[in-house]
């Protein structure tokens, strides 16, 4: 089997012939990397450029559409001939003179007749896959279509036979009379970067990891299982356990945002920490009661730094129930061991108010030594700033601190 596309009348370059190829991985790397496509169809004798969702499975372009949209209803029958395009913006180019402005990109042109899916097997796949595109494990973790959905959804078949890809990439391609002239030029990539999802009202799962752009495994919190404490990740479901568990003056003296006055507010004090485990630099954990499933508490790491190997161990609240028991002990044990036995970190660090005496005793116990005081560091919610005492302990100082604190725990 050829690796090429061959070209035809139809997708010969009339110009630029360079940027033109045809080969099948060129095109199914494009194909697969974007998530959208424009479909080109003639409607009662006009032209139609539809925006619609792709998946390709092998030498087949499926789309999806609904049974009672143009492109579906132009598709009963035999089929419809089509012009799909897929474009993928990597970079605007600015050239000295206006006509040398441009834009580097990566694109598809497939062509040809495509055929609506009818059985009902292959339709479930194509949106098996389709669900899948956006997210590796997808399918499995929703609801398949019921009958009367399938009626609903049209999906038509493209051979990928009539293929060319168009690519452009490097600089500025100034006429030379230009180059001396003052105005700047060079290329200001673009690329598509998926923000923080936005959890549906209701809905107590984390985000999965599957999702496009999740963070690395420093920012994917896991389950920890303790004697004393196991540490779920922290979902928007854990806010009214969390809420109740906390919900004292006291827990939050120190903590360097205010107490939170209703389950709503606790919620988005949970958005705030998954807001920044999507960004990179966060990862919660809500500690629970392993004999009774309670909610204790929650704690995370902060200012996660994959460059230095290094991370915090803060925004720690335990309800007052829990103090002086082996819960935090253990908890910080088993954040330790995840930072320097799995992710490899070279250094962890805490950071507590000066005035906060008995967080500066439990740290210190942990075997962390006390490196300095940042004055000023941050504003308290009262207005007032803080100086912020630095704990850190490193990779060499790990593995004594490690059994001493698994001593404490044995022997307690």
């Given at each position: 089997m050829t690796d090429l596309y061959?070209?035809?009348?139809?997708?010969?370059?009339?110009?630029?012939?360079?940027?033109?190829?045809?080969?099948?991985?060129?095109?199914?790397?494009?194909?697969?990397?974007?998530?959208?496509?424009?479909?080109?169809?003639?409607?009662?004798?006009?032209?139609?450029?539809?925006?619609?969702?792709?998946v390709r499975l092998d030498e087949t372009l499926y789309l999806h559409g609904s049974t009672g949209g143009r492109l579906g209803l132009a598709?009963?029958?035999?089929?419809?001939?089509?012009?799909?395009?897929?474009?993928?913006?990597?970079?605007?180019?600015?050239?000295?003179?206006?006509?040398?402005?441009?834009?580097?990109?990566?694109?598809?042109?497939?062509?040809?007749?495509?055929?609506?899916?009818?059985?009902?097997?292959?339709?479930?796949?194509?949106?098996?896959?389709?669900?899948?595109?956006?997210?590796?494990?997808?399918?499995g973790d929703s609801r398949p279509p019921n009958r009367q959905e399938l009626a609903q959804?049209?999906?038509?078949?493209?051979?990928?036979?009539?293929?060319?890809?168009r690519a452009r990439t490097g600089g500025v391609l100034d006429d030379p009379d230009d180059l001396d002239l003052p105005h700047w030029a060079g290329v200001l990539p673009l690329r598509t970067v998926a923000g923080p999802p936005m959890t549906e009202a209701g809905v107590g799962a984390a985000p999965p990891a599957y999702l496009p752009g999740s963070p690395s495994e420093?920012?994917?919190?896991?389950?920890?299982?303790?004697?004393?404490?196991?540490?779920e990740p922290l979902t928007p479901g854990h806010a009214e356990g969390l809420f109740q568990a906390l919900d004292d003056e006291e827990v939050w003296r120190h903590i360097p945002k205010s107490r939170p006055r209703d389950v709503s507010g606790m919620a988005e004090d949970i958005a705030g920490v998954l807001e920044g485990q999507w960004l990179g630099h966060r990862a919660g954990w809500t500690q629970v009661d392993p004999a009774t499933g309670a909610i204790i508490g929650m704690?995370?790491?902060?200012?996660?730094?994959?460059?230095?190997?290094?991370l915090g161990i803060g925004h720690t609240m335990v309800g007052r129930k829990w103090w002086r028991t082996g819960v935090n002990t253990e908890a910080k044990l088993m954040l330790l061991e995840r930072a320097f036995d799995v992710l490899g970190a070279e250094r962890?660090?805490?950071?507590?108010?000066?005035?906060?005496?008995?967080?500066?005793?439990?740290?210190?116990?942990?075997?962390?030594?006390?490196?300095?005081?940042?004055r000023r560091q941050r504003l308290r919610p009262d207005g007032t700033w803080r100086d912020t005492v630095l704990f850190a302990m490193t990779a060499d100082e790990w593995p004594v601190a490690a059994q001493r604190l698994r001593d404490r725990l044995a022997a307690g």
């Open positions: 061959p070209p035809t009348e139809r997708t010969t370059a009339t110009r630029t012939r360079s940027r033109m190829r045809y080969e099948k991985e060129a095109a199914h790397a494009i194909l697969d990397e974007a998530f959208d496509c424009a479909v080109g169809v003639v409607v009662d004798g006009e032209p139609r450029v539809l925006p619609n969702l792709h598709a009963r029958g035999d089929g419809v001939p089509v012009c799909v395009t897929v474009t993928l913006l990597d970079g605007l180019v600015y050239g000295r003179s206006q006509f040398h402005h441009s834009a580097n990109y990566r694109s598809v042109v497939a062509l040809g007749m495509a055929r609506p899916v009818t059985e009902e097997s292959e339709k479930r796949r194509v949106l098996g896959a389709l669900a899948d595109k956006i997210g590796a494990g997808r399918s959804t049209s999906v038509l078949a493209l051979p990928l036979a009539e293929v060319s890809v420093w920012q994917t919190p896991v389950v920890m299982e303790g004697r004393h404490v196991r540490l704690t995370s790491y902060h200012d996660i730094d994959t460059g230095t190997r290094s962890v660090f805490w950071y507590t108010d000066i005035r906060n005496e008995r967080s500066q005793q439990a740290i210190a116990r942990l075997g962390a030594s006390r490196d300095g005081v940042i």
